[in-house]
């Protein structure tokens, strides 16, 4: 196996360019659990982990540029993650436990494109940004478009995630919400993740929702439907059970050895009804 | 060649860059504290501190480690001077089999706060099929903090006081 071990961006990019069936290593939490299995023998490995400049999180005007090198960890005690973007922050304690949050990175994590990404539904609320360089230039992709399936994304050959931007939230939300529902609270893959921001007007009447689910369809998906239905109405009990019905037409959950497809369609029901009632935890 | 630093003495490995952290640390120096569990990631069994943070060693390709501080279990106590933290676990029964401690010592001795609680967090990502949990949460909570204190004169007089009370 041959490791490329590029010193900064732009000789990651060159590199890549020339190599473009490498595979781009970053914490290796997910590469190196394929790597003893053999499924990688011969082939050549990009490491990243000594691009400095995809390390930080720094502050924009308009938004939060995570680096995609940021482990969990950092993501997870981050002031300015944790002050704008809470439920980031929450859902990036939420990954593994503390020797994967130690290693794991946003990028690897977002590249790896599992349907059980725990970032994902938090990052599909923010209405994030994944910007990607290559030797071409860089480009910046909404991050509800970058995945294309299962463990595929829309990344073109020679790309790499260079780093993930969070705009600014113009308003507090009225309410939020992370939660991931495993079959214990460390170290497992969800059957169901949501994260969830609600904005409500003077009048009651709701603004705008945001409400995004995990593991329930081969990408993170945000519920459209509901949030369409919710919006400039006032919340109840019948509203609710409404959404929850709606919540179907977004998503198509599986049967796997993890969970049955009625089990995660009935606890996302339960969160979504929970969060628009704001009666969060009483199940 | 691959040079970084183990348990404070400066080490070089000239093998695959691809080998497991693991498998250099137990195979190439011989110290064999570190235990593989599940080999994924999964269990902790095989938990060292890169850089001063807990990390299961199978999931680093050594070449990850250049330049870096590597810490197993070896640079806790030894037969007979154990350190505040092992002794706990010693005397609070946090040991049957044995298999996950090495890795639980390593991350336990990073942790900032002992209640119960932050314990239980903070070791969530280890697995323990004898002890059933609690006396493992017990240990760590008992035990003298800082946890990573070594022969300082705090921790000497402490000892002395831990002779006297026994």
């Known amino acids: 196996m041959t490791v490329l071990r590029p010193r900064d961006a732009a000789e990651a990019v060159a590199l890549y360019a020339a190599r473009p069936a490498a595979l781009p290593l970053a914490g290796g939490t997910d590469l190196l659990v394929l790597w003893t299995t053999g499924a990688l023998n011969g082939r050549t490995v990009l490491d990243l982990s000594g691009v400095k400049e995809w390390r930080s999180i720094r502050k924009t005007v308009t938004g939060l540029s995570i680096g995609s090198l940021a482990t969990h960890a950092e993501l997870r005690g ?102 991931k529902v495993g079959t214990r609270a460390a170290m497992s893959i969800s059957k169901t993740a949501a994260a969830g921001l609600l904005w409500v007007g003077p009048d009651r009447r709701v603004r705008e929702l945001r409400f995004a689910l995990g593991s329930m369809a081969p990408t993170v998906r945000r519920l459209r439907a509901a949030e369409g239905l919710v919006k400039g109405k006032r919340l109840g009990r019948e509203l609710a059970a409404e959404a929850c019905e709606l919540l179907r037409r977004d998503v198509s959950p599986i049967e796997d050895a993890r969970s049955t497809a009625e089990y995660r369609l009935h606890v996302s029901q339960n969160l979504l009804a929970d969060f628009l009632l704001g009666t969060q935890g009483s199940h | ?87 706990s676990f010693q005397e609070n029964a946090g040991v049957q089999c044995g298999f996950c401690t090495p890795g639980l010592l390593m991350s336990a001795s990073r942790l900032k706060k002992t209640d119960p609680e932050a314990v239980r967090v903070g070791l969530a990502g280890h697995l323990c099929r004898c002890t059933g949990y609690m006396h493992i949460v017990e240990s760590v909570s008992k035990a003298p903090s800082p946890l990573r204190e070594r022969s300082t004169a705090a921790l000497r007089g402490r000892r002395a006081l831990a002779r006297r009370k026994r």
């Open chain 1, 78 to 179: 981050d002031p300015a993650v944790r002050r704008e973007f809470p439920l980031l922050a929450a859902a990036a304690a939420a990954v593994g436990a503390e020797q994967i949050q130690n290693r794991g990175t946003l990028g690897g994590n977002i590249a790896n494109a599992s349907p059980a990404g725990d970032a994902f539904p938090a990052l599909a609320v923010y209405e994030a940004a994944v910007v990607a360089v290559s030797r071409k230039g860089q480009r910046s992709i909404p991050f509800c478009e970058f995945f294309a399936g299962v463990k595929k994304t829309n990344l073109a050959p020679g790309e790499l995630i260079a780093s993930v931007v969070l705009p600014y939230l113009e308003t507090r939300p009225r309410r939020q919400l992370f939660r």
């Open chain 2, 1 to 87: 060649m691959i040079a970084f630093t183990v348990n404070g003495r400066k080490r070089s490995f000239k093998g695959p860059p691809f080998k497991r952290l693991l498998d250099v640390l137990r195979e190439d120096f011989g110290l064999t504290a570190t235990k593989e569990g599940c080999g994924e990631g999964e269990c902790g069994a095989c938990t060292v501190l890169l850089d001063g943070k807990p990390v299961t060693a199978c999931l680093v390709p050594v070449c990850q480690a250049q330049g870096r501080k590597v810490e197993t279990a070896e640079s806790l106590g030894r037969p007979g001077r154990l350190n505040p933290l092992q002794r």
